[in-house]
């Protein structure tokens, strides 16, 4: 492989622009011709696709059901929850214009749809009966991104997925938050293979219009963190605004109580940052759009028929129990060339069959995170590649659990947290007196904002980090994406 | 069912009032609070969830992959075809501001995806080794629609999917195209039980910027044509303005041929014109969310436990036989008002079971179309509920057969054209010299434009009928949607 085809740099050496060669190189994306937005290119979306179909299929046993609500919102309809217009304005796209004709009314184009639904949420909603009310999208949305671009990370239109609920009572929505942050979670460490922090988030750190957000949190191996996914208790400030009232069992009116939740295509970048090595990509194989890559190693003198047919045979068989596999048999690029790339694009097993394996009855298998190789006999195939897949896949969760270990530390004084933060960088968990100034003046000091709230407070930690008060809370704080 | 909750008017008496109350109260979908727009509901969604999935599993069988495009395209990029920008700008929505900040070029909400897709194919396409590439994406679009709403047909933003590809040849786009029509009209005839004609558009009416388009039509029953699909080869009009060349076999660089095709939600608009009836929807069973809707007979002084276990056993027993049953076993409606709400969604079969089945050891069917109902022995009701749903797909395909049989006629004056016109409407055989004044001429005159010219010409129309020349082409016309 050419140098401008691998990997020029190393992950623990320029991790920035590690990551921007692995995204281009091995075509899960491609910046797009507007600035700040990404393309997402069919071997990025099959990942895309295996995430939605697992979550998917979560959401619909929990009763969810799709919906599509439109991609334009009309500003009196995104201005009617204040919070929320404030928190949102400076990033929205509007639709000024239609055609030759000036609109009357300006369109934002969607960066979330509270808005927009819980006007059609307040005319499906009349008693008892239609609740709970459990839908989800699968849509793109967009806000306007000044910083410069990281694909999969930070882009001014997203794919992702939002939630949205409607409850009786505080209690049934106070339990739908944590059912999807326990989904998330659950899905994030067995299927990614990343764990993550749960909590939830401070008032200021809240989404805008929410009671309160709870969080899911990893970190990167640069130190920093990155917010997976969000599950808001949204209590009556939506219901009150768009007067979304049921008629209850008691005959009486009320107002519901809502919550909404969301993961977006960053749960791709996050496993580029987390798994990747200095030769491109590696995929969990429970999201890999190939498990396995089964390459024929040709020889130039020889007839290689009954070699193709081997290799196209095993591939089959693969596939037939439930095994991606594909077979890459071009015959225009060398052995050596397809092992190069399909490492960079991160398959986590490959089988070689040569002409001496084909004699022996016996394949040749390589995985991707050690480079070991393992000769099985052709028999034991499939058996062994779901042995070593599993293998993988836990090895790259504990992996992932180690760095993260290593990036979580637990400090008592703001001298020692500055001096972490300045050097290894990761999550610090301190106390914090709960007062939004310290807060602040740490975020200003350091650049380090409070991630997480655990749900849990760590008793041993009985002083404020910051004023020295004592402490009434215990935080997560890093720098973050 | 109370007056409100079922539809009030007859599908003969009020096509259009009728249409819009079965969209609406079957719950298909919903107006949005952006004039224009439409909401998507879970009912309607999973039938278009289904839709997707057997149309993306044979996508993928022919190789063409999914990918994602940002829904902005730049003013400049849009407009380097220029007939494509011509056709598409009376419909643009523009993006002219971000958060507070008036944009250097405005943004246009992508109407369709060519000039963004191309302009990244060039940069992926270097060699013959790229070639074909064949990709699709499942998007939302956004033409702004003049005229009234009404859901899936004309609506100011659509799901659909585009497919885009590139070959190395004009032959290679020409089978391409023809491939994705064939499957267009196997899925439109197979699935949702519409017969439609096959065939071109004329030079006035293909999509702007297309060497040719390919087109399916269907007729509706008020005598209407309905577009449901096209497939454009696009030649190599936008690969000369994207400049997306390969380097050939034979080392020279060469343009590609390139086409783009699509279906939308509209085949669900399709679906509710054609097989519904004073009741409401008729779904075919193939594309019915609820193909089986089991409601057992409470009976207000029994005990109904067992009852209740005996039906969800049978929702079960259906569902792990690949059948997708739901079992209504709310007590606070009525089977009557249950029977009323379930025919008004279009479920094909419903399978009752009273306290006497239970004795008997037997279940009765009822058959959406013909109410016709039938007692079952217990033991069969798998074996019998597939081959109900059988009957129903077929007789639903043979009904619209008739129908398309009695609204297709052949005519050789044009007294004769305007008389059927005016009567029943319905496609129009003529001859036609292949002249554009005859063919505006007789949309002016009588609002019909030239909706199909068949791949088979009909020798025996040898006069165009409204010159009288001699008549090159044969041509389907008809007023449409």
């Not at 401008?4 to 921007?20: L, R």
């Not at 949102?88 to 000036?102: L, S």
């Not at 910083?147 to 990370?153: G, L, N, V």
């Not at 089964?294 to 028929?305: L, S």
Request: glycine residues 6%; hydrophobic residues 40%; aromatic residues 12%.
């Amino acid at each position: 492989m050419s140098k401008d085809i691998g990997i020029t740099v190393k992950k623990s050496e320029d991790f920035s622009e590690w990551y921007n060669q692995v995204v281009l190189k091995a075509e899960l994306a491609d910046y797009a011709s507007a600035k700040g937005f990404m393309v997402l290119r069919p071997y990025g979306y099959q990942i895309w696709e295996i995430i939605q179909s697992v979550l998917d299929r979560e959401f619909k046993r929990l009763g969810v059901r799709n919906a599509y609500f439109p991609a334009l919102i009309p500003e009196s309809i995104l201005k009617r929850e204040a919070e929320h217009f404030k928190g949102f304005v400076p990033e929205v796209f509007w639709v000024t214009e239609a055609g030759d004709n000036k609109l009357n009314e300006r369109l934002a184009v969607r960066p979330t749809s509270e808005t927009i639904a819980y006007s059609s949420y307040s005319k499906w909603i009349r008693s008892w009966r239609d609740l709970p009310l459990l839908l989800n999208f699968w849509n793109s949305v967009m806000r306007a991104e000044i910083k410069s671009t990281k694909p999969f990370i930070r882009t001014s239109e997203f794919l992702w997925q939002e939630g949205h609920t409607a409850h009786a009572t505080k209690e049934e929505a106070d339990k739908m938050v944590l059912t999807i942050l326990n989904l998330y979670k659950w899905f994030i460490e067995e299927y990614l293979a990343i764990p993550v922090l749960a909590g939830c988030k401070t008032e200021r750190e809240k989404f805008v219009g929410a009671l309160y957000t709870t969080t899911l949190e990893a970190i990167m191996p640069d130190g920093k963190a990155l917010q997976m996914g969000t599950s808001h208790n949204l209590g009556q400030n939506f219901s009150k605004v768009f007067e979304i009232k049921y008629l209850g069992q008691d005959k009486q009116e009320h107002y519901v109580w809502q919550t909404s939740w969301g993961v977006s295509w960053r749960l791709i970048g996050a496993v580029i940052m987390v798994h990747g090595d200095d030769k491109g990509l590696i995929l969990p194989p429970k999201i890999a759009p190939i498990q396995v890559i089964v390459i024929p190693i040709f020889y130039k003198d020889k007839p290689n028929e009954e070699l193709a047919s081997k290799a196209k045979d095993l591939t089959a068989l693969l596939t037939e129990n439930g095994v991606r596999a594909y077979c890459d048999d071009r015959e225009e690029y060398t052995p050596g060339w397809k092992f190069n790339e399909w490492e960079l694009r991160g398959v986590p097993l490959r089988l070689e069959i040569g002409p001496r394996d084909l004699e022996n009855r016996t394949v040749t298998f390589a995985l991707r995170d050690t480079s070991e190789r393992v000769v099985v006999e052709e028999g034991a195939v499939v058996e062994k590649a779901k042995e070593l897949l599993d293998v993988l896949q836990t090895r790259l969760k504990k992996r992932a659990e180690a760095m993260f270990r290593e990036l979580c530390s637990t400090i008592e004084s703001y001298e020692e947290f500055k001096q972490i933060l300045a050097s290894k960088g990761g999550f610090i968990k301190a106390g914090w007196c709960g007062d939004q100034t310290c807060e602040v003046s740490i975020k200003e000091e350091t650049g380090a904002d409070i991630r997480v709230v655990p749900f849990e407070a760590d008793s041993s930690l009985k002083k404020c980090v910051y004023c020295g008060r004592e402490a009434k809370i215990t935080a997560y704080f890093a720098k973050a994406y």
